[in-house]
């Protein structure tokens, strides 16, 4: 089995038989290389593009896919949310198109606005021929606000993209936003469609694949949930750590790799203010490569504890559970199992 996609941007899950094919190709129907039959499918795919998703996350990727929903992650700092929308589009071969929110982000810098310089040149160049002279104000008017005008942002872009893949909207640390823009959000998610008054309506012949992340800085609303898939990104287990390390930072060797995953792991367990994320085990992983570390030791710890927790008060507070109690378990868990 697999999802196929029909030519008004459908996804239909189809056998993939030789005889579900033939039937394809004689509605000229494409079947997507990016199309997911399973969970196990997109993890396969995913992990092809630089990304180790647990089976929970590439559960809800594959229904947000095949439902057509948004997929709403929530999770700490640097575990892999925006990370995720980024490798959806390097595996659908789809546009990136990001919004990032932050505090007081509003229509105009979100959806569309009117490019009002250049309306302005059109007016003095009007002006300036004498065309202005000849036509009335209305139609002056209706020519300043034509679609050459208008300013398309994220979710416009999103909306009326036309290219042959499905685009990849992201709607980063949506958290960020005010209330009002989420209200706004609602409406756009729930019919992938967008009102410009003077101009009409634009809809998505094909709705993007959606991925909105929040750091749960607040809670999102629950109206905005309802049309989410939610999943709550974990930081990763330690095998799974180590093969992202090995994966991201090829250098690191298997021990040291083991070693770095394991002190991460008990530094989350300090109950620190900032734990640290996939993100800084990377980070950490890339110091102690390019400082020529093989294996830890509690003056490399120390010298380069400022690559994995980045607030003083964490830093005290692992030095005060012992730094050196940490390396030894890390360098025991780095044995190679025999
Ligand atoms: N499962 C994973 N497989 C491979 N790389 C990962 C994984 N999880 C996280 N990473 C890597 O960790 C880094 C941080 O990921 P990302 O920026 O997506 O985190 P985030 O949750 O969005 O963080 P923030 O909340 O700070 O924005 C990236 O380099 C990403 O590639
Ligand atoms: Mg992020």
């Not at 980024?86 to 105009?108: F, H, M, N, P």
Request: a negative charge; hydrophobic letters at 45%.
């Amino acid at each position: 089995m697999t999802l196929t996609e029909d030519a008004s941007g459908a996804w239909t899950v189809i056998a993939l038989d030789a005889m579900a094919a033939q039937h394809a190709s004689r509605r000229n129907l494409t079947v997507m290389p990016a199309a997911p039959s399973s969970p196990a499918d997109v993890a396969e795919a995913l992990t092809r593009h630089g990304y180790l998703p647990d089976e929970g996350l590439a559960t809800s990727i594959f229904l947000a896919v095949a439902l057509k929903r948004p997929l709403l992650l929530e999770g700490e700092a640097g575990v892999g949310k925006t990370e995720v929308a980024k490798v959806l589009s390097r595996w659908t071969g789809g546009t990136l198109i990001r919004l990032q929110c932050y505090e007081g982000i509003d229509a105009s810098q979100a959806v569309y606005d009117w490019d009002y310089a250049r309306q302005l040149l059109h007016l003095r160049a009007a002006e300036a021929t004498g065309e202005a002279r000849g036509v009335g104000t209305a139609e002056l008017e209706n020519q300043l606000y034509q679609e050459r005008f208008l300013l398309k942002r994220a979710l416009l872009q999103a909306i009326e993209h036309t290219g042959d893949s499905v685009p990849v909207l992201l709607i980063d640390e949506i958290d960020r936003a005010d209330d009002e823009f989420e209200a706004y959000l609602l409406e756009v998610l729930s019919d992938y469609q967008i009102t410009v008054p003077e101009l009409g309506r634009f809809s998505a012949t094909r709705p993007p694949i959606v991925v909105l992340t929040s750091n749960r800085t607040r809670d999102v609303h629950d109206a905005l949930k309802r049309r989410c898939l939610y999943h709550w990104v974990e930081h990763p287990d330690f095998e799974r750590e180590v093969r992202i390390v090995r994966m991201r930072v090829p250098n690191v060797i298997e021990p040291l790799a083991r070693q770095v995953a394991s002190a991460v792991e008990a530094l989350r367990s300090l109950n620190l203010y900032k734990p640290p994320g996939v993100a800084e085990t990377i980070d950490w992983a890339q110091a102690l490569a390019v400082l020529g570390v093989s294996e830890l030791d509690e003056r490399m710890v120390e010298a380069t504890l400022g690559t994995v927790l980045k607030y003083r008060e964490d830093q005290d507070r692992a030095r005060q559970h012992g730094l050196a109690a940490m390396v030894k378990t890390a360098v025991e868990r780095g044995a190679p199992v025999r």
